[in-house]
C-alpha cells in the first residue's frame, strides 16, 4: 500500500505549498504531480485486491455469507452442507477479486477530474474525505461493471441459485434485506466497500503522519517546493 500512501502525502505536503505560493511549481505543474501520484495509489490498490486471495485472504475486506445464508449455515453444516458453503465463500470472494481490476480507469478517470479545489476539499474535509471523493466519482459506475463479473462468477454454484430465489421470497416479507436478495448485488456491494475501505485505511494513515510515510515521491516533490 506505499504506492497509496505517497499519493496521499502528495495532497497532505504539496497542496499547503502551492497554496501558499511556496517554491517554482505552477498549480499546473503541482496538479500533474498530484494526478501523477493518486493514479499509482489506485493502481496499486487495484494490483493488491485484483488478485489471487486478495479479497479471500485479507481479514479486513474478505466477504462472509450473507445474513441470510449465515442464519441456516450451522444446520446444514451439519446435514453435510459444509462444502457447499465454503465453496460459495471461495467464489464470492474469487469474484470480487475478478472484478476490481475494472475500477482502475474509473479510478484514474476520477484522478484526472481532480480539480485544484477538490483537492483543497480533500484536505478540509476529514480523515475519508479522499476516499468520498473517490467513491462520489466511481461508485456507482463501478457497480454496473462489477456487476455482471460477479454475476457470471456466483451463477455457476447451484447454492447461489438457491440463495436467490429462496431470498428473493424472503425479501417481500422483510425478512432480508433487499440489498441483499441476490447474491450478485451483495458481493457487488463488498467489493466496493473492500475497495474503499484499504484506500481509507491508507489515508488515515497519511493524514496521521504524512512526513514519515511519505516516499521518495512524495519527498521529491516536497523537495522542489523548496527549492
Avoid at 46 to 57: I, P, T
Avoid at 161 to 171: E, H, P, T
Avoid at 189 to 198: I, N, S, T
Amino acid at each position: 500500500m506505499r504506492s497509496i500512501l505517497r499519493a496521499f502525502a502528495l495532497l497532505v505536503i504539496c497542496v499547503p505549498a502551492w497554496a501558499a505560493g511556496l517554491g517554482n511549481l505552477t498549480d499546473s505543474e503541482a496538479s500533474g504531480g498530484l494526478r501523477e501520484a493518486l493514479t499509482q495509489g489506485a493502481g496499486r490498490a487495484v494490483e493488491m485486491l485484483g488478485r489471487k486471495d486478495g479479497f479471500l485472504a485479507n481479514k479486513k475486506v474478505k466477504i462472509p455469507l450473507p445474513d441470510g445464508l449465515a442464519q441456516v449455515e450451522p444446520v446444514m453444516r451439519m446435514a453435510g452442507r459444509g462444502k457447499d458453503f465454503d465453496n460459495l465463500v471461495t467464489t464470492m470472494n474469487r469474484a470480487a477479486e475478478a472484478a476490481v481490476p475494472e475500477a482502475k480507469t474509473l479510478l484514474v478517470d476520477a484522478v484526472k477530474q481532480m480539480s485544484v479545489e477538490d483537492a483543497r476539499g480533500i484536505l478540509t474535509g476529514g480523515d475519508d474525505s479522499a476516499t468520498r471523493y473517490f467513491k462520489s466519482k466511481t461508485q456507482s459506475r463501478l457497480a454496473e461493471k462489477f456487476l455482471p463479473i460477479v454475476k457470471q462468477s456466483t451463477d455457476r454454484l447451484a447454492l447461489a441459485g438457491q440463495y436467490n430465489k429462496l431470498a428473493g421470497q424472503a425479501a417481500s416479507f422483510g425478512l432480508v434485506k433487499n440489498e441483499d436478495a441476490q447474491i450478485e448485488s451483495y458481493v457487488t456491494r463488498k467489493a466496493l466497500d473492500g475497495l474503499y475501505v484499504m484506500i481509507a485505511e491508507e489515508e488515515k494513515a497519511i493524514r496521521k503522519n504524512p512526513v514519515q510515510a511519505a516516499g521518495s515521491l512524495a519527498q521529491k516533490v516536497f523537495g522542489m517546493l523548496g527549492q
